[in-house]
């Protein structure tokens, strides 16, 4: 983990509910950023203590930006909305447990904004000549983020009010496949979405991994504030998201 | 210039440490600097048996700070004493071990281990826990309770013996008091306040624990008067802590009487906050001309009998 300032390159809205954030970081620390994992951001605004986490939606390693995918919830990301290019932005990073990347055909299910690591994932796999899929829900138009359907073939929209994509939940994605047809299984979402999606899963034999959010007080194992329930080893565990996670054994954790 | 202080044989090479749980076992901060830099290393409060803590969310934003419901989540004193003790010993000299109990039996268990251990400098009571013997009261809150705790752990424990007191009680000198009669070397001031954050949306509680204790800038004038008044009701070296996040922040309590301060929040803000700190106050003994940071303790007292 550092505690480095980036330089704000470009902050653009995308919906109404949705901006891009992208910001230039050391070159050095580059390489340490894997999908799944993410940074606190330190946000300048009246009434903002702690720094908020968002993951990696995208590095790159040639002109040092990384990218954010952000939705617009409170205070924090209303006043992030807000930095403009040129201004400098604390950030600790990389923090947390990445996916693990596996060669072969990986489906990848994305909830909401839950597309952002996911968006990560997909281009690593890509790289390493790994195939995807990916079924990626959201509620409505502001949810949805165009550009992401541009870089990936396979990608299935579902939306569940009509507008982009079919209309539906990402469960009807996900019913609608042979799931045993791929090697392992991706997901990112609201806690809704994993619930609805746990019992497809159970019977599934390759690796499902989660990235999972929680309410965070310091990103990087100190305050023990970020704890879900994990169930390993025949044991209920508390684990933390910020350094155990935030990418777990889908089957594991108790959602 | 000269940051050293001395809290009862102690001598720290500066005032400014880690408040307990907020800072892990410091192995978190390695990454960050140099924790030799510090004036002592205070670990997360360390029970008996292990704790799993209270139920998720348990931390959240309040203006200008947080609260917290960990409920002392810890992997209780043999793993400690095993795993993460020969890894810790020498991140610092000055090793303070933040211990707390479910009754008196369990601060003695822990005070009788502590002192077999050379590598642990001083024990640091945290006595804002529930005592179950009286249905989960705090003993922090509880006059006899305290004193019985203090005296007890003063009677096995002969190194430094810091008590760190609860801010939720009508009058803390009354406290602060009982603990140097009862054998404190020294007063860690303070611990969270008690409070609640409720969601209007889902009309509910939002920590999985519905109460917890708050912290951060928020809590730091509660904090000062705290010191200052037990300034004057007490000869023990105090330590004060409580929403430090600034060099002006720390010299606030010096000011009004602690001898060292320990930073606890900011330390999830800016995780390399406490080695800015110790250069600042350096800088500013250097401006100011001040040969050394004890000089500040208790200022604000004697100039206010100078009017
Ligand atoms: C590991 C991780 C990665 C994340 N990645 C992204 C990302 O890539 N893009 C993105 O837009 N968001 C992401 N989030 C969520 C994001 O951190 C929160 O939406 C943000 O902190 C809200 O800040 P705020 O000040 O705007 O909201 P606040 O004003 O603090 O709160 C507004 C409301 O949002 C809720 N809320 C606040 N923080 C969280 C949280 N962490 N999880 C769930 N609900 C929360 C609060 O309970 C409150 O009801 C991530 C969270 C985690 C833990
Ligand atoms: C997340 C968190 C965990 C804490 N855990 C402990 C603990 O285990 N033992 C203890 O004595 N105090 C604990 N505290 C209290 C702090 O040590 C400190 O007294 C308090 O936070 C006030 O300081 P601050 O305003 O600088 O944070 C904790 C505080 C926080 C925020
Ligand atoms: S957020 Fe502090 S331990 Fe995870």
Known sequence: MQDLKGLVVENIPLTKEIYKLQI?????????????????LKIEAKGVFLRRPFSFADVDLKTGLVTFYIKL?????????EIHPGQEISMLLPLGRGFTVMPGKSLLVAGGIGIAPLNFLAR?????GGEISIIYGVKNEAMFIPEITKNFKNIEVYSEIPGPGKKGLVLDGLKAKDINSYDQIYLCGPNVMLQAAKPYLQNFSGLVEVSLESYMACGFGACLGCVVKVFSNNEIEYKKVCKDGPVFNFKEVVL | ????????????????????????????????FDLKNLGALVVKTITKNPRLGNRPPRVYEVSCGMINSIGLANPGWDYFREKILPQIKDLNDILILNIAGESVEEFEYLAREAQRFDEIKALELNVSCPNVSKGGIAFGTDLEALKQIVSSVRKIYSKTLIVKLTPNVTDITVYAKAAENAGADALTLINTFSGMVIDVKSKKPVLGNKHGGVSGPAIRPMAVKMVYDC??????????????DSKEAALEFFLAGATAIQVGSQNFVEPGFMPRLIRELGEYLREENIEGIAKLTGLAHRREENV
């Open chain 1, 24 to 40: 230039s970081v050391p070159e050095e620390i580059l390489p340490e950023i894997i999908p799944g994992s993410f940074a606190m």
């Open chain 2, 1 to 32: 210039m000269n940051l050293e202080v001395k809290i009862d044989e102690l001598t720290l090479k500066n005032p400014v440490m880690p408040a307990s749980g907020t800072f892990g076992f410091g192995l978190e901060f390695k990454d960050i």
């Open chain 1, 73 to 81: 919830v409170g205070k924090g990301t209303g006043a992030l909305r």
């Open chain 1, 124 to 128: 690593e796999i890509i790289k390493k």
């Open chain 2, 231 to 244: 300034f004057k009701a007490v000869s023990i070296p105090l330590i004060g802590v409580g929403g430090i």
